[in-house]
């Protein structure tokens, strides 16, 4: 079944259009890979898709329903979870309060959503650390809480917008290894990435987005050979890791 | 009729005046952008040097310029520097640190509160003063000379300033600033100096305002209250951040504040201008020329 | 466990403590002070609830304890309606105008915001002066309304000596931090803190950040207004430049902010510092140096912002807890 549609997506920053005429879809259980050079679109895509900004054409349906132009907040509540590029922790709070953020997304009740944060964490291996305040963690550390946050929401679909940006090669790694575990558990992962390995070794298709553009989509070994993608490319993100 | 239109004219002359006491406000925003809730407090300590000037040298109130712009300068430059500099630094990636408009309200608080110590809650007026209760007949009208000053220094001052920023090298660095700080930090400017600048400029320019209407107006401790909600209201109005947009809300309260009291008790006049102001801020909180920020 | 009972002992000594001063504090002078203390404790823990929690900063909250001062007074002036009904009523007009303040505004950040709620205060003052009639109630614009004081007695919120406002005031604030605290533990406290720093995540986290400040500000609106009905039996007279003064919606703004927004201790320990602080300097210098507890004021609220932005209640939380350390090993051993 097709979780995510978007169909002929278009996003128009006065002059810039960021995204045109985007279309893409991705199966229920699937991890889906989005990946193209800075500037390309994909947070702005990202950002259509979650409701944050409105569209300025085309649709996107979320299993089979229209959602373009409603609310973040209500994107949450239908199963729709994202992460930020840039990470926005509560940082003042504790890592425990953030997640708990999340969880009260599905209950009401401080208990329960105490309990499901302490799950997530467990994890997402922060469970050592859910006193700390969040502004104190490691970039390492706000990825994953970031993702914790948003596993919290109980999700259907989660967008992963470069949680693997300035981590260690060992805690890609590690990255790799949560992201296929929360697909086991049944969550539909969307992902951006500029780490090629990590991309290719997760996604079991990737799109590529070139200034608002789709100039290719397949398996990752058709993607890496595709002529396109290499000139978009040349010379630059395959040279990283 | 006739007095419609002597009250109209009345009206635009004190509504520069108001843009001018918004000047400084609106500056400082564009750069900063935070309000600065001491700025009718400068205003005062801006009214206070100039009336001292005035009082004991006994030179024309105009000549007070050259010593209120330098010291109001210096003022802002070191009350931003010393007191509001360090909250920029600990709220660093705060985009809109609150703490700021706090710590200037305390700035207000204590200003207010030193000068009712050091010069009693007494009023003074300038009654000597070559411009004091001056009219120029035009018709049957009657036109306020010291008013009429008042407006063409804030055309002059808003100029001025608007001269500075689009042409100086200085004011170019100050617009990089305000348009994106760590950008113009990465080009080298130093933003902190380029802040302690520019409020600087913005106290100035209240210090200018200061002298305009000391020759028609009295001075006291609290008297900056009695402006500084309008100087907020003047520069929502005319967009916050915008130099032009300040003198033109400032017309519009004038205007307001002179022709109103034909058709209402001239208390309603300031319930209206309330009115307007939220209305502005719900409907188009950029004001009539502001850029449009996410707030 | 030792720890938990100690903290118990305190409560339990807190609460005999506040019980039992009026019958230690004779004079009317300083009971009156106490009173006012726990009555801008009682207000600034209800700011606190937009001002804290939320992240904004209303500048305007005098207009709420107008509105609740008014609304009783002119029932019970005019049509005999007991002020503790007025009370409610009052509570209740303050909150749909705290939603219409909210509505536009809480869309907006900061500065905007601040300044909205001091226009919409400011202008509601100015309006309020204006109007000596508005319809059949009677408001008698600048000069305000007096309470005389008859029917003394409970029901009439009417007493001849302070100790009964000062229980009554005293319950209100208990009452008021239970609410927070229950608050800052539901899913609103968290939905309000999560709004309040950083709006964008928190509406990918299935939060309405609007929707839950309005409701924040309803509550804080409505339990504000109590207190105004309070202001006017205890000072039986009330005006707009007091009851509605800029002034009073900036000390709240203060104390809560000295002390530490967000916080449930911040307020009252705000309140319980810089309250004393005016009111002596009022009774020992007010003639010689007029302002000075003002001038103390903004002195304070500077060096707190900037060396303890969270307020006094950071480092006293984390003294009181070592107290705690302390004590509860000492008896272990
Ligand atoms: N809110 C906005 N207003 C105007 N332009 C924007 C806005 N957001 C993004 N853009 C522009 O849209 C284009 C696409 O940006 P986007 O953030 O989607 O790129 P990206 O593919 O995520 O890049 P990166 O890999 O650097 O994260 C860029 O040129 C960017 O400057
Ligand atoms: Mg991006």
Avoid at chain 2, 176 to 196: C, F, K, P, V, W
Avoid at chain 3, 146 to 151: G, K
Avoid at chain 3, 267 to 274: H, K, M, S
Wanted: charged letters at 15%; proline letters at 4%.
């Amino acid at each position: 079944m097709k979780l995510l549609e978007v169909k002929s997506l278009t996003k128009q920053f006065g002059g810039l259009r960021a995204v045109s005429a985007f279309d893409l879809s991705i199966e229920e259980g699937e991890i889906f890979g989005l990946i193209g050079p800075n500037g390309a679109g994909k947070s702005t895509l990202f950002n259509c898709v979650a409701g944050v900004y409105p569209p300025s054409g085309g649709d996107v349906l979320f299993s089979g329903k229209s959602i373009s132009g409603q609310k973040p907040w209500n994107l949450c509540k239908r199963g729709l979870a994202r992460t930020f590029q840039i990470v926005k922790p509560f940082a003042s709070r504790s890592v425990l309060y953030n997640v708990m953020v999340g969880s009260f997304a599905t209950t009401g009740k401080s208990a329960a959503a105490e309990r499901k944060a302490r799950e997530v964490l467990a994890f997402l291996h922060l469970d050592k650390k859910t006193e700390i305040l969040a502004g104190n963690l490691t970039i390492a550390d706000r990825k994953r809480l970031e993702i914790a946050r948003a596993l919290a929401t109980e999700p259907r679909l989660l967008l992963l917008d470069e949680v693997m940006a300035g981590l260690r090669p060992t805690e890609v790694d590690e990255m790799v290894a949560i992201i296929r575990t929360i697909r086991k558990n049944g969550i539909t992962v969307f992902v951006i990435e500029h780490i090629m390995r990590a991309i290719m070794a997760l996604s079991d298709r990737i799109a590529v987005i070139h200034f608002g553009q789709k100039i290719a989509e397949g398996t990752p070994a058709e993607v890496a050979s595709d002529k396109n993608v290499i000139k978009a490319y040349l010379g630059e993100e395959y040279a990283v890791s | 009729m006739i007095t419609i239109l002597e009250d109209t004219i009345n009206g635009i002359l004190m509504g520069s005046i108001y843009g001018l006491m918004a000047l400084g406000l609106t500056v400082i925003f564009g750069v900063l952008k935070v309000i600065n809730f001491a700025h009718g407090s400068l205003l005062m300590v801006g009214m206070y040097v100039a009336y001292w000037a005035v009082q004991l040298t006994g030179l024309h109130p105009y000549l007070a310029l050259i010593l209120v712009v330098p010291v109001m300068y210096l003022f802002g430059y070191y009350l931003q520097d010393i007191v509001i500099k360090p909250i920029y630094k600990a709220e660093k990636q705060v985009r809109e640190p609150i703490t700021v408009i706090i710590v200037t309200t305390g700035v207000w608080y204590i200003l207010d509160n030193l000068s009712l110590l050091v010069f009693t809650p007494q009023y003074r007026s300038l009654p000597d003063n070559p411009l004091r209760g001056k009219m120029i007949e035009i018709g049957s009208m009657l036109i306020s000379v010291p008013k009429l000053w008042g407006a063409v220094t804030a055309v002059l001052t808003a100029a001025a300033i608007y001269w500075f920023l689009q042409k100086t090298r200085m004011g170019r660095a100050i617009r990089a600033t305000s348009l994106d700080r760590e950008a113009a930090s990465l080009m080298g400017i130093r933003q902190y100096s380029i802040y302690n600048i520019t409020f600087g400029i913005g106290t100035a320019a209240a210090g200018v305002a200061g002298v305009t209407i000391v020759p028609f107006f009295n001075v006291f401790p609290t008297v900056g209250v009695l402006f500084d909600i309008k100087c907020f209201i003047i520069v929502v109005l005319g967009g916050l951040g915008s130099i032009g947009g300040a003198i033109l809300g400032g017309i519009i309260i004038g205007i307001i504040e002179s022709v109103g009291p034909q058709f209402m008790a001239a208390t309603w006049t300031e319930a209206i201008v309330y009115g307007l102001f939220l209305i502005f801020l719900f409907v188009r909180p950029s004001g009539l020329f502001g850029v449009k920020y996410d707030w | 466990m030792t720890r938990e009972r100690i903290q118990i002992f305190f409560l339990i000594a807190a609460a005999g403590g506040a019980l039992g001063l009026p019958l230690v504090i004779t004079s009317p002078t300083y009971l009156h002070i106490l009173i006012l203390l726990f009555f801008y404790a009682y207000l600034t823990t209800s700011w606190n609830l937009v001002g804290g929690f939320a992240g904004v900063l209303p500048l305007g909250h005098s207009t709420f304890v107008g509105i609740g001062a008014y609304t009783s007074t002119i029932l019970s002036l005019q049509y005999g309606i007991s002020p503790w009904i007025g009370m409610i009523i009052g509570g209740v007009l303050a909150a749909i105008a705290g939603v219409v303040i909210g509505m536009p505004t809480f869309k907006m950040r900061g500065a905007y915001f601040a300044l909205a709620t001091i226009a919409f205060a400011e202008g509601f003052r100015v309006m309020v002066e204006n109007i000596d009639y508005l319809g059949p109630f009677f408001l008698n614009g600048p000069r305000g309304l007096q309470i005389p004081p008859l029917n003394v007695g409970l029901a009439n919120f009417m007493f001849t000596g302070k100790s009964p406002y000062y229980y009554i005031i005293l319950v209100m604030l208990a009452a008021v931090l239970i609410l927070t605290y229950a608050i800052s533990r539901s899913k609103l406290g968290y939905q309000l803190v999560a709004g309040g720093e950083e709006p964008e995540a928190a509406a990918a986290l299935g939060i309405n950040v609007a929707r839950a400040k309005l409701i924040a500000m309803a509550m804080s609106s409505f339990l504000t207004a109590l207190a105004g009905t309070f202001y006017a039996r205890f000072t039986l007279f009330i005006h707009p430049k007091s009851a509605m003064s800029l002034d009073l919606s900036f000390e709240i703004a203060f104390i809560a902010l000295i002390g530490g927004r967000g916080s449930i201790a911040g307020p009252v320990l705000g309140a319980l510092l810089l309250r004393p602080v005016g009111d002596f300097s009022r009774i020992y210098f007010g003639d010689k140096l007029p302002g000075l507890h003002l001038i103390i004021f903004g002195v304070v609220l500077i060096l707190v912002m900037i060396y303890q932005p969270r307020g006094l209640q950071e480092p006293l939380t984390r003294a009181y807890h070592r107290l705690l350390d302390r004590l509860s090993g000492k008896i272990e051993k």
